[in-house]
């Protein structure tokens, strides 16, 4: 029997349920269109859920929050007491059955054992997951607990289970970094599918987010990106301020009165010392305010701000609410979530998990779907790819979520110091990023030699060289030249032809290719489609036309999506004539036949090209009318115009420009590019990476 639905669900509380959720949720969705989220019990039936509400906004479900919820604990245990079990199922079960009706999986999470009262002795979630016919996906926490313990709480647990429902797999979760491997050891002698997954420390930590909300906390100074800080530590202010500064921390959280001016200026100043740790934020308690010239010099400040909040009560009491506070993951927690789908991806076997839900996949592909695929082809061949412009406040945020999903490796060019302390500053973790600066590194001559051999036939002197190669961009280029990266991505600062440029003057096309070109992957709602060339190219010949079409289909190919390919012109078959209808003919000729195995078609309408009833009329007996997925324009008046408008008319997620036809990647980014371009952007560069594994240095 097929699994349409998976049950997770734990016994204690602050195992981690949300986080095997948020896990599962992005396996299912790289496969899956509609995917539903159900809880059966909810603590409270006046407020919303949080772990559901979370996984519908997160993961954009098509569903109502109704939909997604059965009853409050306070109903269950009421039936239950009444000996009313199976009206309860009942009713249950058929909340349930609606949803597996009109989605192709359901994924269930449960209501920890210990939420229930004590006195009902009765396992409600093993209940339910075998009368809904769902695989049981069990929860253990080792946080605090000794491996045998951990051991001897999975056989018993999984002996339970394996009686009485469906087991799909075991999560132990949190498990400290020295236990793991003697739990693996002991793990072998077990048949049961199980998953470690190690203690991140980070994911315990409060966030900025967490203190306004857990003490009501007012705003002084806070910035959109402030909410996502966390902070380690927390210290009051009760020193002198000479004193004082030799206990701060990395990451901690001051408390100080708002009076206590020489504090407040002295912790600013230490922000902009690279001697000094970076704090993570200021309380000032009493709700006091500062001074009016401290709060306008404070205002004036352009840049490297800390979060600045004030809260009722005094100092102690306030630190002790703040250790109190319970960290969460949400919706808009961009570098928790990272973190956390890093680490569930390095603890499970996703190959695995696939098989064992044995589904018959459906062909629709959403943007969402094609985000978590892009990610998943990435990290199955890790690559490193080099981003030059380090300066940039987007770059540094996107990278860090690379390094957290474990997509790719990353180089950053720039002072180490500087880009040290900025992405500190922010309040970033980019530890695990190279940092090499280009302008004193050991490789600069060697690429300045390099880069004289290749260009001194068309004029190149040394010294020019040299010059080039201080610019970022260049020095990144040769990088990936010479194998020491495999892809480059630039764009947020630099122009087009400052990020194009060094690459077609070192790089240069791959063979057969006659011209670079781009394309953008279009995501509708249900699909991806290919259009080239939207960027590059103003007027291509048939030749180059030609070209483009071929590069597309196999930058296509590359993402998985089956190459068809339509010559787009005002026409469709013979029934135009001119010489802009005659370059497409030509160009469709050409890539018949260097590419006799290609689907193509042209001169070809767009309306001809991916409607199937505009199809049968026009090109009744094509195999690419009316199923087109790449779309060749025949040049960039129409192709940037076509693709926008699409782009701002249907709600299409556009993802690119991206280049091909060099033998090497290097990509370019808007430089009015958003974080999540810039993220998506680096993964597929990772993915074209994937192609070309030699080195010419």
């Not at 004539?577 to 042209?602: I, N, S, Y």
């Amino acid at each position: 029997m097929q699994i349409k639905s998976l049950y997770i669900a734990s016994n204690e509380k602050n195992v981690g349920s949300l986080f095997i959720s948020m896990g599962m949720m992005e396996l299912l969705k790289r496969k899956l269109h509609r995917v539903a989220f159900f809880r059966p019990v909810i603590y409270d039936q006046n407020c919303e859920d949080y772990n559901t509400q979370f996984i519908l906004e997160r993961y954009k479900l098509d569903m109502k929050y109704e939909q997604c919820i059965g009853f409050p604990i306070s109903y269950v245990e009421e039936m239950l007491s009444q000996k009313k079990e199976k009206e309860l199922l009942n009713q249950l079960i058929e909340k349930f059955k609606e949803l597996e009706k009109s989605y192709d999986f359901v994924l269930c999470e449960g209501i920890n054992r210990d939420a229930l009262s004590a006195t009902i002795a009765y396992d409600l979630n093993m209940e339910l997951a075998k009368n809904f016919g769902s695989g049981y996906i069990n929860i253990i926490g080792a946080k605090d607990k000794e491996v045998k313990d951990v051991y001897e709480d999975l056989l018993i647990e999984n002996e339970h289970i394996s009686l009485a429902s469906n087991h799909f797999a075991t999560f132990i979760n949190r498990v400290s970094k020295e236990k793991s491997q003697e739990l693996k050891s002991l793990l072998q002698k077990s048949d049961y599918t199980t998953f470690i997954v190690e203690e991140n420390s980070e994911l315990s930590l409060s966030t900025i987010e967490d203190l306004i909300e857990g003490l009501d906390a007012k705003e002084v100074f806070v910035s959109e990106h402030d909410y996502n800080r966390t902070f380690k530590e927390v210290r009051v202010a009760a020193l002198s301020l000479d004193n004082f500064l030799e206990h701060i921390q990395e990451d901690d959280l001051i408390i100080v009165p708002a009076d206590r001016s020489d504090i407040i200026l002295g912790l600013l100043g230490a922000l902009h010392s690279s001697a000094y740790p970076n704090i993570s934020g200021i309380v000032f308690p009493f709700n006091m305010s500062i001074h009016p010239n401290i709060e306008k010099l404070i205002d004036g400040l352009k840049s490297f701000k800390v979060p600045i909040l004030s809260v009722e009560t005094d100092s102690y009491n306030t630190a002790k609410n703040i250790i109190k506070l319970h960290p969460r993951v949400r919706v808009n927690s961009e570098r928790k979530i990272a973190l956390a789908l890093g680490e569930f991806y390095k603890s499970v076997d996703v190959e695995l998990i696939e098989e064992k839900i044995s589904h018959s996949f459906s062909d629709i592909m959403t943007p969402q779907m094609f985000e978590y695929k892009l990610f998943a082809m990435a990290r199955a061949d890790k690559k490193t790819i080099v981003l030059p412009e380090s300066e940039d406040e987007r770059v540094l945020r996107a990278a860090e979520i690379i390094l957290r999903r474990d997509v790719a490796d990353i180089i950053l060019l720039g002072d180490k110091d500087e880009v040290r302390h900025r992405y500190l500053r922010l309040g970033l973790d980019l530890s695990k990023a190279q940092i090499i600066d280009h302008r004193d590194s050991e490789l600069l001559d060697g690429f300045v030699e390099k880069f004289y051999e290749m260009r001194k036939e068309k004029g190149l002197t040394l010294q020019a060289s040299r010059d080039a190669m201080i610019h970022a961009n260049y020095f990144a280029t040769m990088m990936v030249e010479c194998g020491i990266a495999d892809g480059m991505v630039s764009g947020a600062v630099h122009s087009t032809a400052d990020t194009m440029r060094p690459a077609l003057q070192i790089i240069k096309t791959a063979k057969e290719i006659s011209i670079v070109s781009s394309v953008f992957l279009m995501c509708f709602e249900t699909k991806v489609l290919v259009y080239g060339d939207c960027a590059i190219n103003q007027e291509p010949d048939s030749k180059n036309l030609a070209d483009i079409a071929i590069a597309s289909a196999k930058t296509a190919k590359l993402f998985d999506i089956e190459p068809k390919v339509a010559m787009l012109s005002y026409s469709t078959g013979n029934s135009g004539w001119g010489e802009d209808v005659d370059k497409v003919k030509e160009a469709t000729k050409l890539v018949k036949e260097k590419a006799p195995d290609l689907f193509v078609e042209g001169p070809i309408q767009y309306d001809a090209a991916i409607n199937k009833d505009v199809a049968r009329k026009k090109l009744p007996n094509s195999k690419v009318a009316g199923e087109a997925s790449v779309f060749i324009f025949p040049d960039l008046n129409t192709g940037n115009n076509t693709y926008k408008a699409v782009q701002r008319s249907s709600g299409a997620v556009a993802i690119g420009p991206i280049i091909q036809g060099l033998k090497k990647p290097v990509n370019d980014l808007s430089r009015g590019c958003l974080v999540a371009d810039i993220v998506n952007t680096i993964a597929i560069t990772a993915i074209q990476a994937g192609q070309n594994e030699n080195s010419s240095c």
